[in-house]
Nanobody, 125 residues
Framework: QVRLVESGGGSVQTGGSLRLSCVGS????????MGWFRQAPGKSREMVAY?????????DYDDSVKGRFTISQDNAQNTVYPQMNNLQPEDTAMYYC?????????????????WGQGTQVTVSS
């Protein structure tokens, strides 16, 4: 049974940093896509970043977080870590980890079929 558990959310002031984590179980990190999405109140869900696990380690970021967020992996621990720096009030949202457990060579938003419960990030000005 696939399970994703996020942690690391919290409240910070503008310019602060947070490091989220997502531990996956029930599957093995091997050339599969791990993504992070967020949803703010009254807004639709948006993909923030993804990483293609394994030796590839290919990452991509939404323009709104490029240069501020970095996603990394620990395949031995089946964990991905988005490091979020220079947080802004507009980053306030519920952040969700998502997985596409099938091995592949690229990631796309529609491929994610498993979701975590979410972790709240709040940035105050």
């Amino acid at each position: 049974q696939v399970r994703l558990v996020e942690s690391g959310g919290g409240s910070v002031q503008t310019g602060g940093s947070l490091r989220l984590s997502c531990v996956g179980s029930g599957f093995t990190f091997k050339s599969n896509c791990m993504g992070w999405f967020r949803q703010a109140p009254g807004k639709s869900r948006e993909m923030v970043a993804y990483i293609l696990t394994g030796t590839s380690g290919i990452t991509d970021y939404d323009d709104s977080v490029k240069g501020r967020f970095t996603i990394s992996q620990d395949n031995a621990q089946n964990t991905v870590y988005p490091q979020m720096n220079n947080l802004q009030p507009e980053d306030t949202a519920m952040y969700y980890c998502a997985a596409d457990t099938l091995s592949g060579s690229y990631c796309y938003e529609g491929a994610f079929s498993y979701w975590g419960q979410g972790t709240q990030v709040t940035v105050s000005s």
